[in-house]
């Protein structure tokens, strides 16, 4: 069992975490970001003894929006469409929990079919964010092929995506009370469909991707994250899961209908870059089951939304409601005075928690597996910032 | 819908063009003809059939095309022809665009994309035309500290480089530049070069990522140098002779040296792609560590000629592969033995054989190029640790095991002078 610091400790013994003065000279400090093409809206410097790295520092902070200062403006219906920014690939799962923690506050029962179509967006919005994080993995590693097969699969889920909500990528679709309007004709075998050629398309996926001896080559055993250390650095989602730890708050603490879905939480052993690459693939295989089954199991009739007073206002008190979204575990944390706009709004987000993972897991490696450790952790750099 | 300025007027328009005209017809007939002709008068024409061929004589035979092909038929026989057009750097350069063009359509077919689509309207064919105006019209920005002299004659060695393989390469018999008896160790020594001049280049960028992407494209090639080298070591062996048409004449005595040095010719496309740093071996410029590794700090035209370059270098060791593995130009004879055109008699330069070998050589080069474009889309890209090590202990290996082979195939009297399959 090594903890955190011994492997600070063990690295320092073995020359990689060079601090001396003197030793300085050796290490070339390479800054990775914002403007470096592996990086996104982020920055991290690293430090390098030859090709390995030695120090990573990340700086996160470019893209900082205040959206939870923004949330203290506005009342809890106006903050949707701005608390959907920062993750935009995956905004009905970052509004659902807020959704919730508003509805706990005022006090709404959202109806049965409005709790199925909610779950069966921020389904289809899972898939849209994992298979864009998919591509950006693939030509992170210098494969073309897998950056445009997902991106050009991603567009089913969008055109679905758009035909429930009216919009490609920002749907600002869950709300408080429900959904914002109903299913259009005809979706349900649409989806379906949809989903069924996807399933095939992951096949291939496997094929191309997965199976690749080269790709095997490159994320085997490199980064390991053991399960003590994942549960010490706090990290969530797909990187937790890949360590083996299989918590996923769809099933730890069910939110509307997922008790009575049948799915498994996916989780692999190993807990190198190969598993948390594997398991956000996984979870879009279950994800397909997770679909047929909401759609199978949905009242085929009445109300999606629950009624609202124009301006929501509920006592005052506090709730803190979290959903698994594409990154893992994504809570609000809202305090009410009592007037329709929130006292304080504090979003605990997977992206941050996982990024804390990132120099812990970069020391030690060589310099080519920085974009196949940066990226398997499943890290947005828009919504660390928030 | 098209758009036109706010002020536009047709007649403006139509004024423009022919003060246009006029001023070319003015500058064509008072300044480009004289000195056309000045510059004529200077230069020793040689003397066709009977006539001494004089500026007049020269500029008509240019419009009467029954004419022209005397002049064509002399041209052909000059060095500056086989240097600058045929089997020279013209022919390698169309290779080259060519294969720029096929790669992006290839490479789009593979990814369910459509690839270059509007320039030129039909499949984006000027696509490349394009993209070199693009390139030319951008500025060339030289980073401050970066060492200018070899900044700039980095691109220039590197493109002259290729293109003195080029020169090596036989594409039909006896159409090739320079045939030297060494010329498979030429064409390893000057390929020899191109590691160097990409340190040379990421030392004068005076950066840390090309500086890096350098050392990266300097680990790689001397780790793929030595297999490159050995695997076609066994067809030395079999051939017995270091000249590259002698390679391709013992193929054409006995058969493919592919059928009988497989592992070599695997060796050898192996090593190719990372002589090229093509994909999965493309460490010196890998985009999403190293930016854009020893390009980096490349800008505009800079940018241009290294990747004119390493496409005319895909050429060159897709032809070296033909040459050394797939018998160079032989093929089944396909052009009749003579051809009678309706209007200009072009039998004087028809040459059946030559334009059958050049025929086959294109299109078993082509068919290199398709291979070695291919794990651009299949593949992801390789770590350095496992590129050096494939270099060192397996390729070498298995060089060394094909090298007995062939040697076997000497000593057992199969192959070489007198052997049971040199017919």
């Known amino acids: 069992m090594t903890s955190v610091e011994d492997k600070f400790e063990e690295s320092k013994k073995l020359g990689l975490q060079i601090v001396k003065e003197s030793e300085e000279d050796r290490l070339m400090t390479l800054s990775v970001g914002p403007q470096h093409p592996g990086s996104g809206h982020f920055r991290f410097t690293i430090k390098v003894d030859g090709d390995y790295i030695v120090y990573c520092d990340p700086d996160p902070g470019y893209v900082h929006r205040g959206e939870e200062k923004m949330c203290e403006y506005r009342n809890v219906i106006q903050n949707i469409p701005h608390l959907e920014r920062p993750v935009i690939h995956d905004s009905s799962n970052i509004t659902y929990s807020y959704s919730l923690a508003v509805e706990e506050l005022v006090g709404i029962e959202v109806p049965r079919r409005g709790q199925f179509i909610r779950a069966i967006a921020s389904e289809l919005n899972r898939q849209v964010y994992t298979l864009y994080w998919l591509a950006i993995y693939g030509i992170f590693l210098g494969h073309s092929t897998m950056f445009m097969w997902p991106m050009g699969d991603r567009e089913l889920f969008i055109d679905l995506l758009e035909a429930l909500t009216g919009a490609r990528v920002t749907h600002a679709y869950n709300i408080p009370g429900g959904v914002r309007n109903d299913m259009p004709d005809g979706f349900k075998d649409r989806c379906m469909r949809q989903v069924r050629y996807f399933e095939k398309r992951l096949k291939e996926y496997e094929d191309i991707f997965y199976n690749n001896p080269l790709f095997r080559q490159r994320t085997e055993g490199v980064a390991v994250l053991s399960k003590e250390d994942a549960i010490k650095l706090g990290v969530t989602g797909s990187v937790v899961r890949a360590s083996g730890i299989p918590y996923d708050i769809r099933k730890a603490e069910p939110y509307d209908i997922y008790n009575e879905i049948d799915f498994k939480v996916q989780y692999m052993k190993t807990g190198d870059c190969f598993a948390r690459s594997y398991v956000p693939f996984l979870d879009m295989k279950e994800s397909c089951h997770i679909i047929e089954q909401l759609l199978d199991k949905m009242p085929q009739s009445g109300e999606v939304r629950a009624k609202l007073q124009p301006n929501p206002k509920g006592p005052p008190g506090e709730a803190y409601r979290r959903v698994e979204s594409g990154r893992g575990a994504l809570g609000y944390y809202i305090v009410s005075d009592g007037t329709p706009k929130p006292y304080r709004v504090k979003i605990s987000v997977g992206s941050f928690r996982n990024m804390l993972a990132l120099p812990y897991l970069l020391v030690g490696q060589k310099l080519a597996d920085m974009p196949a450790v940066y990226w398997s952790l499943n890290y947005w750099p828009v919504e660390a910032d928030r | ?423």
Request: charged share 10%; proline share 7%; net charge negative.
């Open chain 2, 1 to 423: 819908m098209a758009t036109y300025p706010q002020n536009f007027r047709f007649g403006e328009f139509v004024g423009s063009l022919i003060w246009l005209i006029f001023w070319i017809l003015i500058i064509v007939t008072l300044v480009g003809l004289p000195l056309l002709f000045i510059i004529l008068f200077y230069v020793p024409l040689p003397p066709i059939g009977d006539e001494v061929l004089t500026p007049y004589l020269f500029l008509t035979m240019i419009v009467d095309p029954s004419r022209t092909i005397p002049i064509i038929e002399h041209l052909m026989t000059t060095d500056l022809f086989r240097v600058a057009l045929f089997p020279g750097f013209t022919y390698a350069a169309l290779i080259a665009a060519v294969t720029i063009f096929v790669e992006r359509k290839f490479l789009a077919k593979m990814q369910l994309r459509i690839g270059p689509l509007y320039a030129g309207k039909i499949e984006g064919i000027l696509q490349l035309v394009a993209d070199g105006l693009k390139l030319i019209s951008k500025e060339i920005i030289v980073p401050s500290g970066a060492d200018k002299v070899l900044f700039w004659a980095a691109p220039i060695m590197f493109v002259s480089t290729a293109a003195a393989v080029v020169a090596l390469i036989p594409v039909a018999p006896g159409w090739v530049v320079a045939d030297i008896d060494v010329g498979l160790l030429a064409v390893f020594a000057i390929l020899g070069f191109f590691p160097l001049i990409a340190l040379l280049f990421s030392w004068a960028s005076n950066s840390k990522y090309p500086f890096i992407g350098g050392m990266r494209a300097l680990h790689q090639m001397i780790a793929f140098e030595i297999p490159f080298i050995l695997s076609a070591l066994s067809v030395v062996i079999l051939s017995g002779t270091l000249n590259l048409t002698g390679i391709v004449d013992a193929q054409l005595q006995s058969y493919w040296f592919i059928f009988f040095v497989p592992i070599s010719a695997f060796v050898f496309y192996i090593s190719s792609l990372a002589e090229l740093e093509r994909i999965p071996f493309d460490l010196p410029e890998a985009e999403s560590e190293i930016v854009a590794g020893w390009l980096t700090e490349t800008s505009g035209m800079i940018y241009g000629l290294i990747q004119l370059g390493s496409y005319v270098k895909t050429y060159v060791l897709a032809a070296l592969f033909v040459v050394l593995f797939l018998g160079g130009w032989a093929g089944p004879m396909v052009f009749p033995p003579e051809v009678h055109a309706p209007i200009i008699d072009i039998s004087p330069i028809y040459d059946p054989v030559a334009a059958n070998a050049t025929l086959w050589f294109t299109l078993k080069t082509f068919g290199m190029i398709l291979l070695m474009l291919l794990p651009r889309g299949i593949s992801p890209r390789i770590r350095i640790d496992i590129l050096l090590h494939t270099g060192w202990y397996k390729l070498i290996v298995l060089t060394f095991i094909n090298m007995f082979i062939a040697l076997a195939l000497i000593y057992g009297g199969i192959l070489g002078p007198g052997g049971l399959l040199v017919r």
